[in-house]
């Protein structure tokens, strides 16, 4: 009977696992599996502490200098360097050579146009004034001479003719009419000969009294005395060039500022821009000024080419002296409302991880552990940027600095203006990159 029940009940029951092939080696597979799914559920999450571990100790070992965008006027400016010179400057000299006997004026005097301003010894001057006098009174003495010569010869020959008519020819010779019209043209040639020595004698007599009224220098303008170079006794020789007395300005109270711009900024400076100066002897005084001309003549020094540029500057105070050294800023360009950055917010590049720090994205373990497609490094997207106005300004995000692409307009070299890009007044943009804390 227990056989009987012992039979059935195997019957009933399955075989054992020795006698199934695939059966222990399955369970065996599914309990691995277990396991590396426990061990990389246990990975992923040591790495996300870590990971979150580094980004707390990142942020708090790395620091950042931040400036806001905010709104405003901008203006691009080209400066250059001068002097200050009036408007119209005359050199006075003196074309005689003598002795200086009075000096009438000084520095700083005003003068009108005529005034005398010095004048020269003219005792040889008056000695040759009435030299030449006596010669033109000579000369003409000798026409009235030779102007009865000529009445002379003339009557001659008419008596000689008139004889010659009533005696029929026979009492007045060929020979002795011939020698009286000879005489008579002698006596022509020789008062156009007087004439001609009183025109000389009167050229000698104006050329000497004109060198005497040039011994009286005058000033041919109305304006203001710079400079005066001579003293009363000095001896002036004019030979080949006229020495230089006196120098004089027209109008102070209109002057010239002379500016050299450097050849890489001339094609921004026009005829009629604005412009200011300074000058040292007013530091904290700034003086306005307007583009009269651009000349196209180009000066070199020390290899560096310019162009002069001349300003006109009003001085109705007398403020400005002319020689001046002034400084100009010439407005080139200008807005009056624009969202202006920080330049050096433009010129901000984040480092790599080992060195001050930067965003997760560039390394760390849960990126080793899975991997993203690598990122374009900051000089690569700069390289791949064509266009010059096409930047890039960065903010701070979770802890690490993100790009905004931007394009920009006008800079004065401390603040661009954007054309685009999503950037606000007011938001914070990175400009330097602090070292970590020790």
Request: net charge neutral; hydrophobic share 40%; with cysteine.
């Amino acid at each position: 009977m227990k056989d009987i029940v012992s039979e059935n009940q195997t019957a009933r029951d399955p075989l054992p696992a020795a006698r199934l092939p695939g059966l222990d080696d399955d369970r065996r597979t599914r309990g691995r599996f277990r396991w590396w799914m426990i061990w990389a559920f246990l990975a992923v999450l040591s790495a996300l502490v870590v990971l979150k571990i580094t980004a707390v100790r990142k942020a708090e070992g790395v620091q950042y200098k931040t400036q806001p965008a905010r709104s405003g006027g901008i203006t691009v400016t080209v400066s250059a360097t001068g002097n200050l010179e009036p408007t119209n400057q005359v050199e006075i000299g003196s074309e005689l050579s003598g002795t200086v006997r009075t000096v009438e004026v000084d520095y700083n005097d005003r003068v009108q146009a005529g005034q005398v301003l010095a004048h020269l010894d003219t005792a040889r001057l008056k000695a040759q004034v009435l030299q030449s006098k006596a010669s033109l009174a000579s000369a003409r003495s000798a026409l009235l001479e030779a102007q009865a010569t000529v009445g002379e010869s003339r009557s001659n020959m008419t008596r000689l003719k008139n004889v010659s008519i009533l005696s029929g020819g026979r009492a007045v010779s060929r020979q002795d009419l011939d020698a009286a019209e000879a005489a008579l043209e002698r006596a022509k040639a020789l008062e156009a000969v007087c004439r001609a020595a009183i025109s000389q004698a009167q050229a000698n007599l104006e050329i000497n009294e004109t060198d005497l009224s040039k011994a009286v220098i005058r000033s041919p303008i109305d304006g203001m005395v710079l400079s005066r170079s001579v003293e009363p006794g000095q001896t002036v020789a004019a030979s080949l060039q006229a020495p230089v007395l006196f120098i004089l300005a027209e109008d102070l109270t209109r002057m010239e500022l002379h500016v050299d711009v450097d050849e890489a900024d001339v094609g921004l400076v026009h005829t009629g821009q604005t412009a200011d100066f300074t000058v040292d002897a007013y530091p904290d005084r700034r003086f306005p000024a307007t583009v009269r001309q651009v000349r196209f003549a180009s000066q070199t020094v020390d290899g560096v080419v310019t162009y002069e540029t001349v300003l006109t500057v009003d001085n109705r105070d007398l403020t400005l002296r002319p020689g001046m050294t002034a400084t100009a800023d010439i407005v080139v360009a200008a807005m009056k409302e624009a969202l202006l950055v920080p330049n050096a917010a433009l010129r901000f590049q984040p480092s790599d991880p080992d060195g001050a720090g930067t965003s997760a994205s560039n390394g760390g373990i849960l990126q080793k552990i899975l991997p993203r497609p690598p990122r374009s490094s900051p000089k690569k997207v700069k390289q791949q940027i064509d266009n010059k106005k096409d930047q890039q300004v960065w903010i701070i995000e979770n802890g690490v600095p993100t790009a905004i692409p931007v394009t920009v307009g006008l800079t004065d070299g401390l603040m661009t203006a954007l054309i685009a890009g999503d950037v606000r007044p007011g938001m914070e943009l990175v400009v330097e990159q602090l070292e970590k804390k020790r």
